[in-house]
Every structure is written in C-alpha cells, then in structure tokens.
C-alpha cells in the first residue's frame, strides 16, 4: 500500500501541450494584476507571457509551470509559476533543469551562448498574437 500512495503523490516533469495552454494562462494571470489588451478590456496577453517549456503534475494536477523569455541582452530567462506552495522549491530546480534541457533540444544545443535568440522571439510574438486572438 505504501509503495502505490508513494508514486501517486511524485511529481512528474513533461512539456506542454496545446491543451495545457488554458490551465498555464490562468496560472500566469493568478500571478499578475490584470493587463489590459489593445482595445482596452480583457486579460491581454505581452510578450512577457514567453513560451511555455514544462509542466510539473502531482496526482495529475498541474503545480507549475515553467516559461522561457529573451532577455535585453539576448539570452534565455527562465520563469517558474507554481500553483503549490509545497515542496516548491524541489519543483522548481527540478523543472528549471528540464525546462533548460527542452530548450536546447528544441532551439539548439549553444542558444545560451548566442545573442541572436530572435527565432524564440517570433514564436513567442506569435504565440501570444494567437492566445490574444483566440480567447
């Protein structure tokens, strides 16, 4: 009995899915006041949003999550937004080591070292143009 209530209560790392994206919003917007969007009304998304990298579930509920944005000089930032107080600080090094890992699988093994992150900008401009548009 022991051993099941153990793997029930882990804390699984994976990437984010389209059908994340609602549940990582309202994570993101618990975290800040409201922002008004372009015409004035709304919880508008800005590219402050960054992309979405990793999901940290317990029990299949999500208790974070993890963004990546481009700094001013260039260079990838990674953001924790947790939805748990327990044992946060486990989760967030443990989904900042994947998050920083997908990262590279996904835009290169030296996009830490290069300042021309301008692909991860457009995907996160456009990612947040379609959420503004679709919500």
């Given at each position: 009995?022991?051993?099941?209530e153990k793997k029930q209560s882990e804390i699984r790392?994976?990437?984010?899915?389209?059908?994340?994206?609602?549940?990582?919003?309202?994570?993101?917007?618990?975290?800040?006041?409201?922002?008004?969007?372009?015409?004035?009304?709304?919880?508008?998304?800005?590219?402050?949003?960054?992309?979405?990298?990793?999901?940290?579930?317990?029990?299949?509920?999500?208790?974070?999550?993890?963004?990546?944005?481009?700094?001013s000089k260039g260079m990838p930032v990674f953001n924790?937004?947790?939805?748990?107080?327990?044992?946060?600080?486990?989760?967030?090094?443990?989904?900042?080591?994947?998050?920083?890992?997908?990262?590279?699988?996904?835009?290169?093994?030296?996009?830490?070292?290069?300042?021309?992150?301008?692909?991860?900008?457009?995907?996160?401009?456009?990612?947040?143009d379609w959420l503004n548009h679709c919500s």
């Amino acid at each position: 009995m022991a051993s099941t209530e153990k793997k029930q209560s882990e804390i699984r790392l994976r990437e984010v899915y389209l059908s994340d994206l609602k549940l990582v919003m309202d994570l993101y917007h618990s975290d800040l006041a409201p922002v008004k969007n372009v015409n004035g009304s709304g919880n508008g998304l800005t590219s402050d949003f960054g992309l979405p990298i990793g999901i940290a579930e317990q029990n299949g509920k999500v208790i974070a999550y993890s963004r990546v944005n481009i700094d001013s000089k260039g260079m990838p930032v990674f953001n924790i937004h947790s939805a748990e107080a327990a044992e946060a600080n486990i989760v967030c090094e443990s989904l900042n080591n994947f998050s920083t890992k997908r990262f590279h699988t996904i835009w290169g093994a030296n996009a830490e070292q290069d300042s021309s992150n301008k692909p991860v900008i457009n995907a996160i401009d456009r990612l947040v143009d379609w959420l503004n548009h679709c919500s």
